[in-house]
């Protein structure tokens, strides 16, 4: 679930190494494990002393996400972008370069930047299903507000130019800010999938989540059930197009969209049909533990992977089990855990782990703390079952068999069980082998080969999605 994009959150504070030559460009490379990721940030003056920043990651698609304060200070840096939960430390070594860090959720990643009078064109590499003109279907550029005004919509609508109604599918992005093109890494799955959809006679909404492209409303307390009210404007408005059959609107959530998807059912029990693309049936907390601690499993020896995965397991339960604490009564609980838990550690385990001069206050300071907000509190304590048990429109739920973000078997398990007990009986489930998180053909299967496949979208899935709903709903 958790995206590689860097896209919510950056504290922007810079001392003044020299006033004006701060202003402008600065762009580096992150590099996550084997993923390098461009990163920008445009600095600019307001007035005597007080600065801000928007933040680009082009290779991600995301560009002008704005910091949430910029200071200058001393010597060095501080840049914040409070969507991300994360913060970029940099001190000048001259006029033209920032040596830094980027952290982001108790995690710091080396990240260099110069100082340049434009960002660094690069060749994207070939993604060869991305959709190019010209298009024989309708496209429209569409702009609307929640009912309350306090959200504003950027998205387009496709639908096809033979004569209308037509049934309808808003696409329900992952976790992360996305545009409504869900471009990651170059692709543009979003884009893929309206294509070929449209083209087979289904109209198309995708819509950019909030502050990314037209899209405008607050990200630093918005949870999953936010982003669910977000999808229900988005069908209030298609509610109003006289191309769209009323009486055929579904949604097509992946990832975290495929998690939201149930919860627009129980908001709105008109829904036609659900598609969820590697959607979750477990609770976050289950998710998140195979996500942290599998990644060790090859690295150290069992004893060692054993007690690191109990002190992640632990550590998640608490905080499942204490949804309506106060965040000083978690990090209690949590130093309390680790310092158990490092007490009954050998010298060869604490070793292998790096724990041995880390303290508790350490612990939930570095990997905890930054962790407690809105959006991963209520991932991590929200148990999908309470929203899939009543869903009983028609339901496709497809996974990619190598996906090692939402594991297909734990989660396709636990959203047919739940789907049964609802009495629903128009349920497909469908796991694709050799597929990944993005539902590519992948080798290595891991997510720095994201980037490395020119495929964006497997087309055995795009057909898996159009025969279902030509059968369970245009012909309806």
């Known amino acids: ?52 920043a928007t933040m680009d990651s082009p290779d991600q698609g995301a560009k002008g996400i704005p910091c949430s304060n910029v200071t200058l200070n001393g010597n060095g840096i501080l840049i914040e972008l409070k969507a991300a939960h994360g913060f970029y430390k940099g001190s000048f070594e001259n006029n ?17 930047l110069k100082h340049v009078t434009k960002i660094t064109e690069q060749p994207l590499a070939v993604r060869y299903q991305t959709p190019k003109p010209p298009f024989n279907y309708n496209i429209d550029s569409v702009e609307y507000d929640n009912a309350d005004k306090t959200v504003h919509f950027g998205a387009t609508l496709t639908y096809p130019k033979t004569k209308g109604p037509f049934a309808v599918a808003v696409m329900i992005t ?22 070929y959809l449209t083209k087979n006679g289904i109209a198309v909404l995708r819509v950019d989540d909030r502050n990314i492209g037209k899209s405008k409303g607050d990200v630093n307390n918005a949870t999953s059930a936010d982003f669910a009210n977000d999808v229900i404007a988005s069908i209030q408005y298609l509610l109003t197009r006289n191309e769209i059959d009323k009486n055929k609107i579904g949604v097509i959530g992946h990832s975290e969209g495929g ?15 659900i598609i969820s693309l590697a959607g979750t049936g477990v609770s976050g907390a289950d998710i998140l533990v195979r996500q942290e601690t599998d990644p060790l499993k090859d690295k150290v020896s069992n004893e060692a992977f054993e007690s690191f995965y109990s002190l992640t397991k632990q550590t998640l339960q608490m905080l499942h089990d204490n949804a309506n604490a106060n965040d000083s009564v978690i990090l209690n609980n949590a130093k309390k855990i680790f310092a158990d838990w490092k007490a009954g550690l050998s010298d060869t385990v604490s070793v292998q782990l790096n724990v041995k001069m880390v303290t508790p206050e350490l612990y939930v300071n570095n990997q905890l703390k930054p962790e407690l907000n809105a959006w991963l509190k209520y991932f991590i304590v929200t148990e999908p079952d309470q929203f899939w048990s009543k869903v009983k429109c028609p339901v496709l739920v497809l996974n990619g068999e190598k996906d ?17 007990k609802a009495g629903n009986k128009n349920v497909t489930i469908k796991v694709f082998p050799g597929q990944n998180h993005l539902f590519q053909h992948c080798t290595k299967c891991t997510v720095a080969e994201y980037a490395e496949l020119g495929e964006t979208f497997s087309v055995d899935a795009l057909e898996t999605m159009n025969n279902w709903l030509q059968q369970n709903v245009v012909k309806k």
């Open 96 to 112: 033209n370069s920032l040596k830094g860090t980027w952290t982001q959720a108790g995690k710091q990643f080396p990240l260099d």
């Open 1 to 52: 679930m958790k995206k590689i994009l860097f896209s919510a959150l950056l504290l922007c504070s810079a001392s003044i190494y020299a006033q004006n030559d701060t202003l402008g460009i600065w762009e580096g490379k992150l590099n996550v494990g084997a993923v390098s990721l461009r990163i920008v940030f445009h600095i600019d003056k307001i007035e005597t002393g007080i600065y801000k």
């Open 174 to 195: 992952g976790s992360g800010l996305q545009d409504r093109d869900e471009t990651v890494m170059n692709h543009r799955p979003f884009a893929v999938i309206a294509d």
């Open 404 to 420: 090692i973000q939402v594991y297909a078997e734990q989660n396709t398990k636990a959203i047919e069980a739940s789907l049964k």
């Open 259 to 273: 998690f939201i998807a149930p919860m627009i059912y129980t908001k709105w029990p008109q829904l036609s049909f």
